[in-house]
T-cell receptor, first 114, second 110 residues
Framework: GAGVSQTPSNKVTEKGKYVELRCDPISGHTALYWYRQSLGQGPEFLIYFQGTGAADDSGLPNDRFFAVRPEGSVSTLKIQRTERGDSAVYLC????????????FGPGTRLTVL | GQSLEQPSEVTAVEGAIVQINCTYQTSGFYGLSWYQQHDGGAPTFLSYNALDGLEETGRFSSFLSRSDSYGYLLLQELQMKDSASYFCAVRDNQGGKLIFGQGTELSVKP
């Protein structure tokens, strides 16, 4: 079956613009996660969904970041007023509930803010 | 604060055995996972320990000692394709949040 997919694979934007990053989890995976990864670092947790609701959004760095998962499947990470420091690879992962230690990651979206 | 410490780089030769250590300091502990990431690729799950002891999955094994806040990943019969970054990650609550270490870059030489 298909793995986790993310679009776009690359996004270049200008400082101050708004961006949306999309994630399609593995079918049947109720849990969905967003992380971001800078060069040479490990993934940094942003937010975790169980079904449609955000179960833990403690990793969102500020109120410019927001994520939704309206139907419990596809999720969109939204970043307002982008800053150069937002440049990173944004990773999405999904898992079965009860096996949160085994997360399946997508290929990521590389965001570059000029 | 919450932190995971692992060596930044390890080098080994084909066919050898290598151990990558991870020590952690987190507010809670619900398990230690290991992930592999090739350059430009996505992290892929390797192994998971919730209880003390050794878990074996083919050429990869993972060990956990909760009393020492310590774990390691053991890779046997190293192959060139094992050259990658390896991350330990702690689940610090009953949710799905994983806290990752900074990664260990493994280079396997012929």
């Amino acid at each position: 079956g298909a793995g986790v997919s993310q679009t776009p694979s690359n996004k270049v934007t200008e400082k101050g613009k708004y961006v949306e990053l999309r994630c399609d989890p593995i079918s049947g995976h109720t849990a969905l996660y967003w992380y971001r990864q800078s060069l040479g670092q490990g993934p940094e947790f942003l937010i975790y969904f169980q079904g449609t609701g955000a179960a833990d959004d403690s990793g969102l760095p500020n109120d410019r970041f927001f994520a939704v998962r309206p139907e419990g499947s596809v999720s969109t990470l939204k970043i307002q007023r982008t800053e150069r420091g937002d440049s990173a690879v944004y990773l999405c992962a999904s898992s079965v509930i009860g096996r949160e230690m085994e997360q399946f990651f997508g290929p990521g979206t590389r965001l570059t803010v000029l | 604060g919450q932190s995971l410490e692992q060596p930044s780089e390890v080098t080994a030769v084909e066919g050898a055995i290598v151990q990558i250590n991870c020590t952690y300091q987190t507010s809670g502990f619900y398990g230690l996972s290991w992930y592999q990431q090739h350059d430009g690729g996505a992290p892929t799950f390797l192994s998971y320990n919730a209880l003390d002891g050794l878990e074996e999955t083919g050429r990869f094994s993972s060990f956990l000692s909760r009393s020492d806040s310590y774990g390691y990943l053991l890779l046997q019969e190293l192959q060139m394709k094992d050259s990658a970054s390896y991350f330990c990650a702690v689940r610090d609550n009953q949710g799905g949040k994983l806290i990752f270490g900074q990664g260990t870059e493994l280079s396997v030489k012929p």
